[in-house]
Structure formats: C-alpha cells, structure tokens
C-alpha cells in the first residue's frame, strides 16, 4: 500500500506513517508514506500497472483525471470528491439554536476545507431572518487562529492562492446580489498566516456560483425556501451529493424528507455521519464507492473464485 498526501500536506501522512509504525503489529513494506513536491508522481501511480486500486479524496476535478488516467490500464478506482451539501433546518423547528449551531460550526471546522461539511444552509421562508441572524450570531464566537494554541477553533487556510480563491468566490456573491451577514474579510489581527472570517452570505439564490460551486473555505450561504418540496428541489440541484444534515422536530418527517435528497449520508438533528461503521460516499459527481462500513471494506477487496471436480 503507497499512501501519497497531497504535496501541501506532507505532515499529515507522514505522522499517520509513524503512528502505525510505533502502535502497530503492521509488517515492514505493507504502508509506505510517499510525499512528494509536485504532482509528478501521483501522475505516475495512476498509470502504473502493478497498481490494483487507487483510493482518492479529493477534487472532482482532480478525481475525474484520475479516472481517465487509471482507464489505460482499467485500475480499480474508488473516488471520494466534492460536495456542496446542505443544512436543512425544517418548518416544525420550534428551537433554531441547537440547528442554527450546527450550521455555523460545520462552516467553521478546518477553515470550511472539508468536501462533505454543509456549505448551503436551507432556511424557511418565513423564519429566514430569525434564522440567519442566530447563525451569524453562532459563527461570531467562533475564533480564528494559530491551531496549536488551544483557544483556537478555526485555523487558517491550507495556501494564500486557496485564500485568495475564497475571497474570490465571496467577491463573487455579492456582485451577483449576495449580503455579507458576517465575516467576508482576513481578520485584522493575524497578518502573518492565510486566515480568513468565518463568512455567512444571506439573500442568495441557489443559482448563484457560490451556491453551486464548492467553495473549500468558510463560507455558508442561507438560501430560503417555501416548503418541503422546495427544499428538496433546491438540495438535489447540485452535480455533487456527497453528505446533509436535516433538522426537525419530528424525527420521522426528517427522515422522510432525508430520503428524498440524492447524497450518500444524512445527519438527522446532529446524528453523527462519518464512522468507522457506516459506510461513506457520494451520488453523481462526488465520487464513486464507499469506504469504511462492510461495504467499504469491500470495496477494497479482489474476489476470486475456485471449483474443484465433484467428489
């Protein structure tokens, strides 16, 4: 097995690396940590033919020159890409405070780099004000800064070009009619590092490039809806389907209405979604697979089959 983190984050492999050199039983040459500069040799690894699986997160982009390159040699691929997934908060949510929440820290996590953190948040019409100003009231608590100090909640992004394409996209939004709510700029207290405010974007239809597009930063977008119907059109209006959350009070209309949404996983009222045993992946353009769970397992396994003349 070669495992090869992408060329900005060399250290997390690597200490992935040592962590099942030190704590495991793992023979020698079964994991081996490859870090690489450039995308020389991932380029390599796909056309390969002693490869018999190639296991990638990442971009749909990325993910679909993958797919064509490991083609040559018909190389098993599982692909876990984009997303740009919703935050359905329900009409029959008497409480906005535990979804609202919700919301503002799947924004906030890792600086909003996560393909299956929800990025659109889905807010009934007639509660869209109420709702949008508790998220902007959640996100302004969370702080920005340095991850090895403990107070942190959010770090920086991963490059200044990453930072300088989430300022982009921001720009973007409300040139097309968007309101920044909250954030929308680097914070004036941290010039050295790629920061940038926990960003909430209010008056935006599902048409703009910020609701359609995966951003890979802070940014939440709330989008009002009328009823259940158009709520669900508005989710599954995406090429990605990766993951969702849906709150309500009643746990079986959120599930109902959880069906009906084309994504791999749904949280239902904070549910955790990403474990060991349950498997994860995503609908139309996030990718194709599951990992982890049985079928994940499966995934990566060859099935070969033996007969032998009946006795």
């Not at 079964?30 to 995308?39: F, R």
């Not at 979804?99 to 393909?115: D, K």
């Not at 990605?240 to 079986?252: M, N, Q, R, T, V």
Request: charged residues 20%; contains cysteine; hydrophobic residues 45%.
């Amino acid at each position: 097995m070669v495992l090869k983190p992408a060329p900005e984050t060399p250290w997390t492999g690597l200490a992935l690396g040592q962590l099942f050199a030190e704590h495991t039983d793992l023979p020698a040459g079964v994991l081996n940590v490859v870090t690489a500069a450039d995308k020389k040799f991932g380029a390599f690894l796909t056309t390969d033919p002693r490869v018999d699986l190639i296991s990638f997160t990442g971009s749909t982009e990325t993910g679909r020159r993958i797919m064509a390159a490991a083609a040559e040699n018909l190389t098993k691929v599982f692909l876990e890409l984009g997303g740009k997934s919703v935050h359905l908060i329900l009409e029959d949510v008497a409480d906005m405070g535990l979804a609202a929440a919700f919301a503002a820290i799947g924004t906030g996590v890792v600086a909003g780099q996560g393909c299956a953190l929800t990025t659109r948040v889905l807010i009934p019409q007639a509660r869209y004000e109420e709702g949008v100003q508790q998220i902007a009231a959640m996100m302004s608590t969370i702080t920005v800064g340095d991850p090895a100090d403990a107070a942190t909640v959010m770090g920086p992004l991963i490059t200044a070009a990453q930072r300088d394409r989430v300022e982009g996209y921001v720009q973007g939004a409300v040139d097309q009619g968007a309101t920044i709510v909250c954030g929308g700029k680097r914070p004036a207290d941290l010039d050295s590092g790629f920061f940038y405010e926990p960003t909430l974007l209010a008056g935006v239809t599902n048409q703009m490039t910020a609701a359609q597009e995966e951003i890979f930063g802070p940014v939440l977008v709330a989008i009002p809806y009328a009823d259940d119907d158009e709520a669900v059109a508005i989710a599954n209006d995406s090429i990605y389907g990766l993951s969702g959350a849906i709150f309500s009070d009643d746990p079986a209309h959120a599930l109902a209405v959880a069906k009906r949404i084309r994504t791999g996983t749904m949280s239902i009222n904070g549910g955790v979604w990403y474990a060991p045993d349950v498997p994860f992946g995503g609908y139309k353009q996030s990718g194709l697979g599951r990992e982890m769970g049985l079928a994940g397992f499966e995934e990566h396994l060859e099935i070969k089959s033996y007969s032998e003349p009946a006795s």
